[in-house]
């Protein structure tokens, strides 16, 4: 049978696993700048846990997993008779992967409540799964890099995160924008329209604006009962693309107004490199934001979303504990990794895994090879031995395949003497030194 891996998920070769370390280690970095400690939840969490926080369209992509032994065994046989699968589902099923780290997260909160201290700035980076299609920049298996602060309602810390994915992207090479918004604005837009008991399914649709356009937009909608009148109330606000000229007659429109005015008070206080845009469009699709939103779009490249996230207001509630405001935002790692590829963003020196490789003529300059190695690396300079005394050209070949920048080769006349030719492999350059100057060459 023909080896293949399953649709969605990637294998990953050593010289991208470096690529995708630049990334975590970059995005890593800012996290613990601005004081956000690290934490790791379970790949699996009971379906309990993860259903419904994520709207019905979220609930559809988790990922099942069927109980141990004989699922069967237990199954309710009224459903599989009748191929209810939804009705079927808990009697075989519970447990599933994790669809984000948001959501675990705000279980580890609850569970963990008595030991740690509020406000609580956490980062995670690990997998996550969902079912959805695989596309260009969409995957059913990725990494997000997640960084959350739970215990506060001050909106300091969403000028904060900004800082955050600007200071990141700056410091990846990528130019973005930053757009934002905030779900009681959204809110307040269903209530100027007189739908306020349907602001979800107006979320939902208009999160869609970028996937169907807005005849498509309007034509669902009308689907779920909105009438033509307010559907074109909503699409007049949406046009607005000024913060300050919104005027709701509405509190929670009022409100998210003034949250976002205060944002971009704080922000002011910083100098940042890429744009922060007010986007009366961005929606979020997931249930549980309940305030700010925001979401980051590479400019120089045709991609989704590459970051996004928001204020949630009661996230924990569920798990037993009220009143328990955060607000986080989530990197896209395989997109951004989709993105730098396609433009080139990513340093040369990070895929160098070994500094030198010693040749070898024949066997007694091979174990010699291993002593000059050990030198080498006690010093701290990265070395590989080439296993045999194979002709030079297959060697040579082996040290151009894996694009290690320096060769030492060794013969008779190297060991005899002491001094050994180091060949920088780009340039073509050799020198003749002692082991010192080898090593102070390449640490240099």
Same mark, same amino acid.
């Given at each position: 049978?023909?080896?293949?891996?399953?649709?969605?998920?990637?294998?990953?070769?050593?010289?991208?696993?470096?690529?995708?370390?630049?990334?975590?280690?970059?995005?890593?970095?800012?996290?613990?700048?601005?004081?956000?400690?690290?934490?790791?939840?379970?790949?699996?969490?009971?379906?309990?846990?993860?259903?419904?926080?994520?709207?019905?369209?979220?609930?559809?992509?988790?990922?099942?997993?069927?109980?141990?032994?004989?699922?069967?065994?237990?199954?309710?046989?009224e459903a599989?008779a009748?191929?209810?699968?939804?009705?079927?589902?808990?009697?075989?099923?519970?447990?599933?992967?994790?669809?984000?780290?948001?959501?675990?997260?705000?279980?580890?909160?609850?569970?963990?409540?008595?030991?740690?201290?509020?406000?609580?700035?956490?980062?995670?980076?690990?997998?996550?799964?969902?079912?959805?299609?695989?596309?260009?920049?969409?995957?059913?298996?990725?990494?997000?890099?997640?960084?959350?602060?739970?215990?506060?309602?001050?909106?300091?810390?969403e000028?904060?995160?900004?800082?955050?994915?600007?200071?990141?992207?700056?410091?990846?090479?990528?130019?973005?924008?930053?757009?934002?918004?905030?779900?009681?604005?959204?809110?307040?837009?269903?209530?100027?329209?007189?739908?306020?008991?349907?602001?979800?399914?107006?979320?939902?649709?208009?999160?869609?604006?970028?996937k169907?356009? #807005?005849?498509?937009?309007? *034509? !669902?909608? @009308?689907? +779920?009962?909105?009438?033509?009148?307010?559907? /074109? =109330?909503?699409?007049?606000?949406?046009?607005?693309?000024?913060?300050?000229?919104?005027?709701?007659?509405?509190? #929670?429109?009022?409100?998210? *107004? !003034?949250e @976002?005015? +205060?944002?971009?008070?704080?922000?002011?206080q /910083? =100098?940042?490199?890429?744009?922060?845009?007010?986007?009366?469009?961005?929606?979020r699709?997931?249930?549980?934001?309940?305030?700010?939103?925001?979401?980051?779009?590479?400019?120089?490249?045709?991609?989704?979303?590459?970051?996004?996230?928001?204020?949630?207001?009661?996230?924990?509630?569920?798990?037993?504990?009220?009143?328990?405001?955060?607000?986080?935002?989530?990197?896209?790692?395989?997109?951004?990794?989709?993105?730098?590829?396609?433009?080139?963003?990513?340093?040369?020196?990070i895929?160098?895994?070994?500094?030198?490789?010693?040749?070898?003529?024949?066997?007694?300059?091979?174990?010699?090879?291993?002593?000059?190695?050990?030198?080498?690396?006690?010093?701290?300079?990265?070395?590989?031995?080439?296993?045999?005394?194979?002709?030079?050209?297959?060697?040579?070949?082996?040290?151009?395949?894996?694009?290690?920048?320096?060769?030492?080769?060794?013969?008779?006349?190297?060991?005899?003497?002491?001094?050994?030719?180091?060949?920088?492999?780009?340039?073509?350059?050799?020198q003749?030194?002692?082991?010192?100057?080898?090593?102070?060459?390449l640490?240099?």
């Amino acid at each position: 049978m023909k080896p293949q891996i399953l649709k969605g998920t990637r294998d990953f070769l050593p010289q991208q696993v470096y690529k995708r370390n630049y990334i975590f280690d970059t995005i890593k970095e800012v996290f613990q700048k601005y004081g956000y400690l690290p934490i790791e939840t379970p790949v699996m969490e009971h379906l309990s846990t993860l259903t419904g926080k994520y709207g019905e369209e979220g609930d559809k992509l988790l990922f099942k997993l069927l109980n141990n032994g004989d699922f069967l065994s237990k199954a309710d046989e009224e459903a599989l008779a009748n191929k209810d699968s939804k009705k079927l589902l808990p009697s075989i099923s519970k447990r599933g992967l994790r669809y984000d780290l948001t959501v675990p997260f705000a279980r580890f909160v609850v569970m963990h409540q008595n030991e740690i201290s509020f406000p609580f700035k956490r980062y995670q980076i690990q997998p996550v799964w969902r079912a959805d299609r695989p596309q260009k920049g969409r995957y059913q298996e990725f990494y997000q890099c997640d960084v959350d602060v739970v215990g506060s309602d001050s909106l300091i810390y969403e000028a904060e995160l900004i800082q955050i994915y600007d200071e990141v992207f700056t410091k990846l090479g990528l130019n973005v924008t930053i757009k934002v918004n905030n779900r009681k604005i959204l809110k307040g837009i269903a209530e100027e329209a007189n739908i306020g008991d349907q602001w979800v399914d107006m979320t939902v649709a208009i999160d869609k604006l970028d996937k169907i356009g #807005e005849d498509g937009v309007k *034509k !669902e909608l @009308l689907s +779920k009962g909105i009438s033509a009148d307010s559907i /074109s =109330k909503i699409f007049a606000l949406l046009e607005t693309n000024n913060v300050e000229e919104l005027n709701f007659t509405n509190e #929670e429109g009022r409100k998210g *107004k !003034e949250e @976002l005015l +205060k944002i971009h008070e704080y922000l002011d206080q /910083s =100098k940042l490199k890429n744009e922060v845009k007010f986007d009366m469009t961005l929606a979020r699709g997931l249930g549980y934001y309940t305030g700010f939103i925001v979401e980051v779009s590479a400019n120089d490249a045709i991609m989704g979303s590459i970051g996004g996230g928001g204020r949630y207001d009661d996230l924990t509630g569920v798990f037993g504990m009220r009143d328990m405001s955060g607000v986080g935002i989530s990197f896209g790692a395989a997109r951004i990794y989709d993105v730098m590829e396609e433009l080139a963003l990513f340093p040369k020196e990070i895929t160098e895994s070994t500094k030198v490789i010693l040749l070898s003529f024949d066997e007694d300059c091979l174990i010699h090879s291993t002593k000059v190695a050990n030198q080498l690396r006690e010093a701290g300079i990265s070395t590989e031995v080439y296993p045999s005394a194979a002709k030079m050209k297959k060697q040579m070949k082996y040290a151009n395949d894996r694009s290690i920048p320096y060769v030492m080769v060794i013969g008779s006349d190297e060991v005899d003497s002491g001094l050994y030719k180091l060949k920088q492999m780009e340039t073509g350059d050799q020198q003749e030194l002692d082991i010192s100057e080898i090593i102070q060459n390449l640490m240099s």
